[in-house]
């Protein structure tokens, strides 16, 4: 869709080739580490019964020393799964958001990509662009069916259910990346940015990277679980935030996307960032709000997904 053709174009001009992803391995693995610390116990069991269930399993739980470790290395990798399956390894279809079995819940036969279940674009412009309709299938519709079929009174299938807790590991972190939350239109960029992927930016680290990809990158890219959890638990780290508990317990993905778009209008696109596609130095004031805000959205998505699970599987 609109999102990976923007990022094939930057990857282009960057000589880049990476899929558009949210939060990178390192931001996912992470948020599944904290919520997963705050899971009750007997629902970790349940937890573990039905990602066995997914077809990696061995893979994300190879090296572990122990089985309860096991149990914690495949919550922490199931949690990139739904970017995995955009490789060239796993030979799943790029599909469109339009296609008939764009809305889909079968499990795992379902072997399409489904790129566009992983944001909803809350299209806007700040100087009168058109804009275009929305998407029939995205985060929200996605999220909405498959937190309804997580708990067993569900009556769906557990192969079902394992794909859907798979899903929802990565999904609930996406939702909380601004960037997926948004396309912004203008007149140098009238086609939309698909969430920042078509301005491009320079931080202090002096790479010219996609803002997008700049969001994206605050907690690192791949990683082995024991990586994600040292970084987590280490001073300063994931792990160690407050959430407003209030804040915790709205559970509509709608609400949080529409968080997400009010954050990405007050912290990324603002100054200096520009409404073209010229890449613009970033700002000391810019990066550390931009940190501050990613940090505290991942904090968030983390007691948000706990939550979630413990609601669905108790």
């Known amino acids: 869709m609109r999102r990976l053709a923007h990022l094939c174009a930057v990857g282009g001009a960057l000589g880049l080739a990476q899929p558009a992803l949210a939060w990178w391995d390192g931001g996912h693995m992470q948020i599944a580490y904290v ?3 705050q899971l009750d116990a007997p629902v970790k069991d349940k937890v573990d019964a039905l990602l066995r269930l997914n077809p990696d399993y061995p893979k ?13 290395y495949a919550f922490i990798h199931a949690a990139t799964w739904a970017d995995d399956i955009k490789t060239e390894d796993y030979h799943y279809t ?5 296609s008939p079995t764009a809305g889909q819940n079968i499990g795992y036969a379902d072997h399409n990509q489904h790129a566009y279940w992983h944001f909803k674009d809350t299209n806007f412009s700040p100087d009168g662009t058109p804009l275009p309709p929305d998407d029939p299938v995205d985060i929200v519709t996605q999220l ?6 997580l708990p067993p009174s569900s009556g769906a299938p557990d192969d079902v259910r394992s794909y859907d807790l798979v899903w929802i590991l990565h999904l609930v972190g996406d939702a909380h990346q601004p960037l997926h939350a948004t396309g912004r239109f203008t007149r140098p960029i009238p086609n939309g940015d698909s969430g920042g992927n078509a301005e491009l930016v320079i931080p202090a680290t002096g790479e010219t990277i996609a803002l997008h990809a700049y969001w994206d990158s605050f907690f690192g890219g791949y990683v082995s679980p024991f990586g994600a959890v040292f970084d987590a638990d280490d001073k300063g780290g994931l792990s160690r935030l407050s959430v407003n508990a209030a804040s915790a317990q709205i559970a509509d993905p709608q609400a949080w996307i529409d968080e997400s778009f009010e954050l990405a209008k007050q912290y990324a696109y603002v100054p200096p960032v520009s409404t073209g596609d010229n890449a613009v130095l970033l700002s000391r004031d810019y990066e550390t709000g931009a940190r501050n805000i990613a940090r505290s959205q991942a904090a968030l998505a983390a007691a948000r997904l706990a939550r979630l699970i413990n609601t669905a599987l108790q």
């Open 60 to 72: 994300w739980t190879a090296g572990a020393p122990d089985d309860r470790t096991a149990r914690l």
């Open 94 to 98: 790029r599909d469109k958001a339009d």
């Open 35 to 37: 919520a997963y610390k």
């Open 144 to 149: 909405r069916l498959m937190i309804a079929a």
